[in-house]
T-cell receptor, first 115, second 112 residues
């Protein structure tokens, strides 16, 4: 059973470009979470999605950031017009359940560098 | 607002000793608390979950306590080994019940 798959693992963008990060949850998992981790800082919650629905996007910056989890295919975190401050590791996690009472399964992260 | 604090950014101990990591929280009453391990360049890995009605939980060399009065969890690794060197994160469900909120972590270094 493959774990949470994130790609690309490393992404370099110039200021003003777009970054698209993809996440395939574990098989059978319908809940996806995105977190951002800056150097020397903790994991910061960004958004929680279920299939075709955004449940909680309270941690997502209001501008330039968007996320989706379509009926078919991976979840996508999209950052438009990237700035240097967007450089970070972005982690996706999934969980199976109908209740938020269990562990999260994390991917290995996508590391975004903005030049 | 909800706050999670892991008191020590770094903890250095000798092999064979017990490592004790602290997680304090304020301004909410979580139903459970989780601990994760994160190695450099990797994603966090779940270790243990303890519920508010459980005082203590064990898994092999790991022990977690949860004191809802003190609003504190302690994470112990007994007979520590160099392979235990990593960053340990505590996490609590947010008040909305929608996502885990993580502390900044404590980086443990076990020297032989």
């Amino acid at each position: 059973n493959a774990g949470v798959m994130q790609n690309p693992r490393h992404l370099v963008r110039r200021r003003g470009q777009e970054a698209r990060l993809r996440c395939s949850p574990m098989k059978g998992h319908s809940h996806v979470y995105w977190y951002r981790q800056l150097p020397e800082e903790g994991l910061k919650f960004m958004v929680y999605l279920q299939k075709e629905n955004i449940i909680d996007e309270s941690g997502m910056p209001k501008e330039r950031f968007s996320a989706e989890f379509p009926k078919e295919g991976p979840s996508i975190l999209r950052i438009q017009q990237v700035v240097r401050g967007d450089s970070a590791a972005y982690f996706c996690a999934s969980s199976p359940g109908t209740e938020n009472t269990g562990e999260l399964f994390f991917g290995e992260g996508s590391r975004l560098t903005v030049l | 607002s909800q706050k999670i604090e892991q008191n020590s950014e770094a903890l250095n101990i000798q092999e064979g000793k017990t490592a004790t990591l602290t997680c304090n929280y304020t301004n909410y009453s979580p139903a459970y608390l989780q601990w994760y391990r994160q190695d450099p360049g990797r994603g966090p890995v779940f270790l243990l979950l303890i519920r508010e009605n459980e005082k203590e939980k064990r898994k092999e060399r790991l022990k977690v306590t949860f004191d809802t009065t003190l609003k504190q969890s302690l994470f112990h690794i007994t007979a520590s080994q160099p392979a235990d060197s990593a960053t340990y994160l505590c996490a609590l469900l947010n008040q909305a019940g929608t996502a885990l909120i993580f502390g900044k972590g404590t980086t443990l270094s076990v020297s032989s």
